[in-house]
């Protein structure tokens, strides 16, 4: 296997990785700021843990098919970042895939993947279960009722987010799940719910009111910056 680990420029606008390489290394191209364009051959199988973390100037990435593991924190804080397609052969996507990628408009799976789904752009596991992550600039969003768990970082960065919808079938809300969600004012958590995560809710500055079932539990920080803020048990 030939892992291309780090770019040699890292003020390079674009980059060609040749043909022939099998994993992008974790954090290979990690705070590259100026790069734009980056052509990934189909002989790459693996991107990398936070890969092209921070790279801010990435507006557009094609995902090889050849591509089966897609890493923590992959594109995270590519807040250029406008659409993304999952392949067909995708089969492990990490947590905060697409963390802090702000301008994140579109979704998409390949059609006959066996492992995920795009719909209303998020991302699912292939049963709905899991909700993963969710396009970064909606305004107002439903759950499906086949969602139990919203992922780690599921709807972090939607900063134009005024209503979210929680089905009572979830039962678990991630760490950093809501977190920098500016516009958000009311959430009731569903009865089923028993844990959330760290800092989910964390800098939702216009947050006023979350109700939460008396099973639920939830960390120090988990809604830490949150100025207006007041809690309800039932």
Do not use: H
């Not at 995902?63 to 089969?91: M, N, Q, Y």
């Not at 709905?128 to 969710?134: F, G, R, T, Y």
């Not at 809710?201 to 939830?218: D, H, I, N, Q, Y």
Request: one cysteine or more; glycine letters at 8%.
């Amino acid at each position: 296997m030939l892992s291309i680990s780090q770019i040699a420029d890292p003020d390079q606008r674009e980059v060609i990785i040749p043909d022939g390489y099998t994993i992008i290394a974790d954090g290979a191209f990690r705070d590259c700021r100026l790069l734009e364009t980056v052509v990934i051959p189909n002989s790459i199988t693996e991107i990398g843990e936070g890969a092209f973390w921070g790279c801010r100037a990435l507006a557009r990435v094609v995902i090889p098919d050849s591509v089966i593991i897609i890493g923590w924190g992959a594109f995270g804080g590519c807040t250029s970042l406008a659409s993304v397609r999952i392949p067909k052969a995708v089969t492990e996507i990490g947590d905060g895939v697409f963390k802090g990628c702000r301008s994140l408009k579109k979704i998409e799976v390949a059609s006959g993947n066996r492992w995920y789904c795009g719909i209303d752009g998020a991302l699912y596991t292939i049963d709905q279960s899991i909700l993963l992550c969710a396009a970064k600039t909606m305004r107002t969003f439903a759950i499906p009722e086949t969602v139990a768990i919203i992922g780690p970082c599921a709807f972090e960065s939607c900063r134009s987010l005024r209503r979210i919808a929680l089905p009572a079938s979830v039962t678990e809300i991630g760490e950093s799940a809501f977190e920098g969600c500016e516009a958000l004012a009311r959430v009731v958590i569903p009865d089923l719910v028993t844990k959330i995560g760290r800092r989910a809710f964390s800098g939702c500055t216009s947050l006023e009111r979350v109700s939460v079932p008396k099973a639920a539990r939830w960390e120090e920080d988990t809604f830490e910056n949150c100025p207006v803020l007041t809690i309800t048990r039932r």
